[in-house]
Structure formats: C-alpha cells, structure tokens
C-alpha cells in the first residue's frame, strides 16, 4: 500500500509506484509560475519521463493553442526529441514568442479547439485497450482509492471539481456544439 496522503480533514492512499515529477513553468513572468506538474513513472530501462508529445499537447492547451518549445530549467537550449520519445522528468519551461507572459487557460470551458486540428490528434484511432478482468465499477473504484484531492496536473487542491480530459455524458453534446 502507499503512504497516506493527508489533504484537509481527509487521506488516501497514494500509488505504490514510484514516481518523479515533471513540471512545466511559465518563462514569460521573473518569478516563473509552475504551470502544471505531472507523474512520471520509470519505463522498463528504469527512465522516469512522459511522451514527449503528450507533454506539448499539454502545453499548447494550456498555452491557449500557442505552439511552443520547453527547455529544462535555466536553459536557452531547446528540448529537440522526437514526439515518440519520453521527456525525462524534471523541471523544464514553456516558451512561446519570446517569453511574452502569454495567458493561461485555466479552465477547459475556456478552451476552444483550434481550428486546425494537430494532425496527431486524429491519428490517435478508436481502439480502447481492456484489461481481463476489470471491470469499469473496479477501476472506478482504484481511481477513487489513489485519489489525494488535488489536480494531477498542476498540484491545487483548491476549487476542484471531477472532469473528462473530454466532457462526457449531456455535457459533451452542449460542450462539441459550443464549438
């Protein structure tokens, strides 16, 4: 089992696999504010990272659909790997026209597609991946155990609220037709 998360008046358990942080900065404001900060668990060579591609697609949403470029952390080199590859755990920024403080969406209401889909995102296909045995009332149940009550993505524990990485059920309807 993991070590007890305490947030507030509750705990859970946090997963029992070993993890480095990723964390993504904003390079436009001196203080650099942590724009979001994700899990990154070893791969079967022991490298902690995360794909590439998944972390700029990250960024570019979070960027409002302004492309960009990460470098680690006090760097002026540029991250260049292909989006197939891990980006290795660790601190890196978010650069987007020269370091202007470019806004952040902060909500995925806010957000609108763009109006160029990036091509890798219908690359993806409609295969769903099932694991023998596993019901989707357990896995329910598995998310809800690790939870620690504060996002996955940026670390706040303040105004959460559940979400989809797309809306689901009713809400999707009204959300794709907002669009």
Known sequence: ????????????????LPSEPLDIYHPGYSFRPRIASFAAYANSHG??????????????????????????WHSHNDVALDENLLLPAGKYTYHVNNDEPYPICVSFLAWVPPPKIPDRWTNIGSSTT?????????????????DSHQCVVTGATSALNNSHLIPGDSTSRTWVRGR
């Open 47 to 72: 490298v902690y990272g995360l794909p590439y591609a998944f972390i700029m697609d990250a960024c570019y949403v979070l960027a409002h659909n302004r492309p960009g470029i990460l470098r680690p």
């Open 130 to 146: 099932t694991m023998p045995g596993v019901t989707k009332s357990t896995l329910s149940a598995l998310v809800k155990a690790a």
């Open 1 to 16: 089992m993991g070590t007890p998360i305490i947030t507030g008046a509750k705990a859970s358990r946090a997963s029992s």
